[in-house]
């Protein structure tokens, strides 16, 4: 039996993945937490709405949804977008960010069946600096 060979009865656990750290340019740390802040800002937001968070940035190859919230039987999946003022954080939703989206919703629903057959949307929460964020239900749809 090797050192590194589990003991007999013991199952090898595959190592954790790496958490992603904050890039190391000072300008993308600064976005990077900006950013955290913001995705903070708008779960803290949707709780006090009565939503409940289920994930926070659940990752897939396809894509990322910031927020991944239930309220009343519906599943909402919510991106945040933080800018200087509600104009561009409204802007950078664009139609290929939709999509990327919207993909990463169906690995959610394939990894998690039991959310298959509620009702579901997109909602957006825009965050400016100083300023209470801005909810918007049914920002976009996957029909589109």
């Known amino acids: 039996m090797k050192p590194t060979d589990p003991k ?14 904050a890039p190391s340019d000072p300008e993308r ?13 708008a779960a803290a937001l949707l709780v006090a709405k009565g939503y409940r968070i289920l ?19 519906v599943l909402i999946f919510v991106e945040v977008k933080a800018r200087e003022n509600f104009a561009d954080a409204a802007e950078a939703i664009g139609r290929r960010q939709q999509s990327r989206i919207i993909a990463a919703a169906e690995l959610w629903l394939a990894t998690h069946p039991q959310d298959a057959q509620c009702d579901m949307r997109f909602d957006v929460v825009l965050v400016v600096p100083g300023r209470i964020p801005h909810h918007l239900q049914a920002a976009f749809d996957a029909s589109a």
Do not use: N, Y
């Not at 600064?30 to 800002?41: H, K, P, Q, T, V």
């Not at 994930?55 to 039987?73: H, L, M, S």
């Open 55 to 73: 994930a926070r940035r659940f990752r897939t190859p396809v894509g990322e949804i910031d927020i991944v919230a239930r309220r009343r039987g």
């Open 29 to 41: 740390q600064i976005a990077f937490r900006f950013g955290l802040s913001a995705e903070s800002r």
């Open 8 to 21: 007999p009865g013991c199952v090898r656990l595959p190592p954790k993945k790496a958490v992603a750290a």
